[in-house]
């Protein structure tokens, strides 16, 4: 009787009449909409790819929410795979803190230091092994991931490398942009 009483159709005693059931079925059926030989009419196709723009708009959307090519936003996260930072340029504010996860994926130890030329020739020729204590040049051991947060009081563009011997020159280096 409820089901009767949800849609409204029925015998009134909960039995569906036979061309109710036939209704049903068709609906569940593959290939009945259209010409009724399986293929679908132009309106339909039409119907059909109006759902799938609306699914790319979307997608589209989310997408630049999150950032697609370079990271954006307050958090970002960065990840470390076979000596490579992914992604290799992100986007941030300038302005209010920034979360920034380094997660490394590797099976060896890496350094994410960011900052502007001069921090960089530093390091190349540091001999500081492990950094600590400053957001801006963090250790991340091998299989681990480490959380940083900076500000970046101004609109700038800072290199990111990892300076362990070989690594920047094997092309772990990326761009941060705050603006
Ligand atoms: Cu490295």
């Avoid at 001069?118 to 051991?141: D, F, K, N, W």
Wanted: proline content about 7%; hydrophobic content about 30%; overall charge positive.
């Amino acid at each position: 009787m409820k089901q009767v009483a949800r849609d409204g159709r029925g015998d009134g005693q909960g039995r569906r009449t036979p061309t109710e059931v036939s209704t049903r079925m068709k609906r569940f059926g593959r290939g009945v909409r259209g010409n009724g030989q399986g293929r679908r009419t132009p309106t339909e196709v039409s119907t059909r790819v109006k759902k799938l723009l609306a699914v790319c708009v979307v997608g589209l959307v989310g997408l630049v929410s999150t950032g697609c090519g370079p990271a954006q936003g307050d958090a970002v996260t960065i990840r470390f795979h076979y000596s490579h930072f992914e992604p290799s340029a992100v986007s941030v504010r300038a302005g209010p803190p920034v979360t920034i996860t380094l997660r490394n994926n590797d099976p060896i130890d890496h350094e994410w230091i960011v900052g502007p030329p001069a921090i960089h020739e530093m390091h190349r020729h540091g001999t500081e092994a492990v950094h600590a204590g400053r957001p801006t040049e963090v250790s991340v051991p091998a299989l681990s991931t480490r959380v940083t947060t900076i500000t970046f009081d101004d609109p700038v563009s800072y290199a990111y490398i990892c300076h362990l011997p070989g690594h920047e020159e094997y092309g772990m280096i990326g761009e941060l942009i705050a603006r």
